[in-house]
């Protein structure tokens, strides 16, 4: 669906972020007669509705509204947010309705030529910074889209011919109508089940990308068989393999020759130097020459409450990681900081998170380990099975008494590490919220 095909049209929203407010902006550039009719949220909006989608004949629903006046719209544009798996969804789209994202209606307009998707669960970002990074390092007219960078319908009004790297998540791939030309996936791991339904269904929607019109390249993870395997028609290029981008404990190498010395990497971890190799090996299969390695690297920023450095003390480091939101990600953190002491503050939202595997982790790291509700007592319950010793595995009441324990428990040269291992929503906004007031108790005196 174009832009094009609403002529005329009387459309419904879903939401209201920012990907729907950059679409009520372009429809009325681009609409050719058609207006937003209905917008439709979970609660009542009160006063927070974009003035790009105010008119005086707007029809703001919530709740058992929602289905029926969407009904009467000849098409829906979703929030990322609005799960696809919601009955409202699938009682549209069976009365025959179209229901489009901004996404889609950005790639029916520009096609699927010079476009990467990163995508994954963990790491996106990072990596589409990266590849965005390096993409102008090596002189290549390029866009950041998607969940960073720019909203992806405002790029059309920008360059058609700059190579536009989308980080999109499963919210955005999972009714996506074309594929990119190429998609570079981080990782897969269980993650989203609430909006998804099931870990299950989450991987599906991840991995249909790899079988849309108009993808020719995908690029996988070696390390991980159920993605390097992965049926597709599209050519196959794999990274983290001895026979491409690699990583070892010299630094980041192309097919054996070190091209970017451990030392010289611009942030921490090995899962990080996947993420440099992920996104060297989408450049190379986009025709995008070699940039000068390591120097292309410098001034590239890490994202921010990703393994950023918050406070240095004496003998005592304090590390903002509050966007992890799962078990592996939690685990990659835990190995960027080898030989260093770890006092690791853990817990949120839950999600059925399975925390066997880093409660064994952390109980061999003889790490310290402060649980944080909700999910707290779960880590703690697995880490103390692992053989953890109680003195090591301590229940906080909040942040801030987690803050408190931690600098009371950390010894000489020790890492106190905020990696939740969760996500944050059960008593934050968001990650953000939660990374800041992170960075609030430690700056206290």
Same mark, same amino acid.
């Given at each position: 669906?174009?832009?094009?095909?609403?002529?005329?049209?009387?459309?419904?929203?879903?939401?209201?972020?920012?990907?729907?407010?950059?679409?009520?902006?372009?429809?009325?550039?681009?609409?050719?007669?058609?207006?937003?009719?209905?917008?439709?949220?979970?609660?009542?909006?009160?006063?927070?509705?974009?003035?790009?989608?105010?008119?005086?004949?707007?029809?703001?629903?919530?709740?058992?509204?929602?289905?029926?006046?969407?009904?009467?719209?000849?098409?829906?544009?979703?929030?990322?947010?609005?799960?696809?798996?919601?009955?409202?969804?699938?009682?549209?789209?069976?009365?025959?309705?179209?229901?489009?994202?901004?996404?889609?209606?950005?790639?029916?307009?520009?096609?699927?030529?010079?476009?990467?998707?990163?995508?994954?669960?963990?790491?996106?970002?990072?990596?589409?910074?990266?590849?965005?990074?390096?993409?102008?390092?090596?002189?290549?007219?390029?866009?950041?889209?998607?969940?960073?960078?720019?909203?992806?319908?405002?790029?059309?009004?920008?360059?058609?011919?700059?190579?536009?790297?989308?980080?999109?998540?499963?919210?955005?791939?999972?009714?996506?109508?074309?594929?990119?030309?190429?998609?570079?996936?981080?990782?897969?791991?269980?993650?989203?089940?609430?909006?998804?339904?099931?870990?299950?269904?989450?991987?599906?929607?991840?991995?249909?990308?790899?079988?849309?019109?108009?993808?020719?390249?995908?690029?996988?993870?070696?390390?991980?068989?159920?993605?390097?395997?992965?049926?597709?028609?599209?050519?196959?290029?794999?990274?983290?393999?001895?026979?491409?981008?690699?990583?070892?404990?010299?630094?980041?190498?192309?097919?054996?020759?070190?091209?970017?010395?451990?030392?010289?990497?611009?942030?921490?971890?090995?899962?990080?130097?996947?993420? #440099?190799?992920?996104? &060297? /090996?989408? =450049? $190379? +299969?986009?025709?995008? %020459? @070699? !940039?000068?390695?390591?120097?292309? *690297?410098?001034?590239?920023?890490?994202?921010?409450?990703?393994?950023?450095?918050?406070?240095?003390?004496?003998?005592?480091?304090?590390?903002?990681?509050?966007?992890?939101?799962?078990?592996?990600?939690?685990?990659?953190?835990?190995?960027?900081?080898?030989?260093?002491?770890?006092?690791?503050?853990?817990?949120?939202?839950?999600?059925?998170?399975?925390?066997?595997? #880093?409660?064994?982790? &952390? /109980?061999? =790291? $003889? +790490?310290?380990?402060? %649980? @944080? !509700?909700?999910?707290?007592?779960? *880590?703690?319950?697995?880490?103390?099975?692992?053989?953890?010793?109680?003195?090591?595995?301590?229940?906080?009441?909040?942040?801030?008494?987690?803050?408190?324990?931690?600098?009371?428990?950390?010894?000489?040269?020790?890492?106190?590490?905020?990696?939740?291992?969760?996500?944050?929503?059960?008593?934050?906004?968001?990650?953000?919220?939660?990374?800041?007031?992170?960075?609030?108790?430690?700056?206290?005196?």
């Amino acid at each position: 669906m174009r832009f094009s095909d609403l002529d005329g049209a009387r459309v419904g929203v879903w939401g209201a972020g920012r990907e729907i407010t950059s679409f009520a902006r372009q429809l009325k550039l681009r609409g050719q007669g058609a207006r937003i009719a209905v917008a439709a949220f979970d609660a009542p909006p009160g006063d927070q509705i974009p003035e790009q989608l105010m008119s005086p004949r707007l029809q703001v629903v919530t709740g058992s509204e929602v289905l029926e006046s969407l009904s009467g719209c000849d098409v829906v544009v979703r929030s990322p947010g609005v799960s696809i798996h919601r009955p409202e969804i699938r009682a549209l789209r069976q009365q025959g309705i179209p229901v489009t994202t901004a996404t889609s209606l950005w790639l029916a307009e520009h096609g699927s030529q010079r476009v990467i998707v990163v995508t994954g669960t963990k790491g996106k970002s990072t990596t589409a910074a990266l590849t965005h990074h390096l993409a102008l390092a090596a002189g290549e007219p390029a866009v950041l889209a998607g969940n960073i960078g720019l909203s992806v319908l405002d790029l059309l009004d920008g360059d058609p011919e700059a190579l536009t790297i989308l980080e999109l998540s499963s919210y955005q791939i999972s009714d996506l109508a074309l594929g990119p030309e190429i998609v570079l996936f981080t990782n897969l791991y269980n993650e989203h089940a609430d909006w998804h339904g099931s870990h299950e269904a989450y991987r599906a929607d991840k991995l249909r990308i790899l079988a849309l019109d108009g993808l020719r390249t995908a690029v996988l993870p070696a390390r991980q068989p159920e993605l390097a395997e992965a049926p597709t028609a599209a050519r196959r290029l794999l990274y983290g393999m001895p026979a491409g981008w690699d990583v070892s404990e010299e630094g980041v190498s192309l097919r054996g020759e070190l091209r970017v010395a451990t030392s010289q990497l611009p942030l921490p971890g090995e899962h990080n130097a996947l993420n #440099l190799c992920g996104a &060297l /090996a989408v =450049l $190379e +299969a986009a025709g995008v %020459g @070699l !940039p000068a390695l390591p120097t292309s *690297l410098a001034g590239f920023q890490g994202l921010e409450h990703r393994l950023q450095t918050v406070a240095e003390e004496p003998g005592l480091t304090w590390v903002d990681d509050s966007i992890s939101t799962t078990p592996e990600s939690t685990l990659a953190a835990l190995e960027s900081f080898p030989g260093r002491p770890i006092v690791l503050l853990a817990g949120g939202q839950d999600r059925g998170q399975d925390y066997a595997e #880093l409660g064994r982790r &952390l /109980a061999a =790291l $003889e +790490a310290t380990v402060i %649980g @944080l !509700p909700s999910t707290g007592p779960r *880590l703690l319950e697995s880490v103390r099975a692992a053989g953890a010793p109680a003195a090591r595995a301590l229940e906080a009441a909040d942040l801030t008494e987690g803050v408190r324990l931690a600098r009371e428990l950390a010894g000489e040269g020790a890492v106190v590490l905020l990696s939740p291992a969760a996500p944050s929503y059960d008593n934050y906004r968001d990650f953000t919220e939660r990374g800041l007031l992170f960075r609030e108790l430690v700056a206290a005196p």
